[in-house]
């Protein structure tokens, strides 16, 4: 934001610079001078209060794509909470299953080193 205004404010005072050394190194009368200075000045100001419009304007879409963003994070997060939920009900008789599975291949190797070991 800090760059944006300085740029702004470059731009503002290059644009009066440049048109300053413009209107004073022509060769016109002095009514015609304050003319053109009127003139310059209305668009100036009229180009700062497009800009400050324009903004305005830029600023609310931040304000609602930030807030979007927000809500659609908060379902996605909600979402995979949801799922990750169901698929530990899936898995868990699966994991049951392999854990008795482990505990009889244990017993398996216990009966095998004893009989083994007579």
């Known amino acids: 934001m800090a760059k944006t205004k300085s740029l702004l404010y470059g731009f503002a005072i290059g644009t009066i610079i440049t048109g300053a050394t413009a209107l004073l190194s022509a060769p016109k009368s002095g009514k015609d001078v304050r003319q053109d200075i009127k003139t310059r000045a209305a668009r100036l100001k009229g180009s700062f209060s497009a800009m400050k419009q324009n903004s305005i304007i830029l600023k609310e879409k931040v304000m609602f794509v930030s ?7 908060k379902q996605a997060s909600a979402d995979l909470k949801k799922d990750i939920g169901h698929w530990k009900e899936d898995v868990q008789p699966n994991m049951e299953h392999i854990q008795d599975g482990v505990k009889e291949i244990q017993g398996t190797i216990e009966e095998t080193k004893s009989t083994m070991a007579k």
């Not at 807030?67 to 994070?73: I, L, P, R, T, Y």
């Open 67 to 73: 807030k979007e963003g927000k809500e659609a994070f």
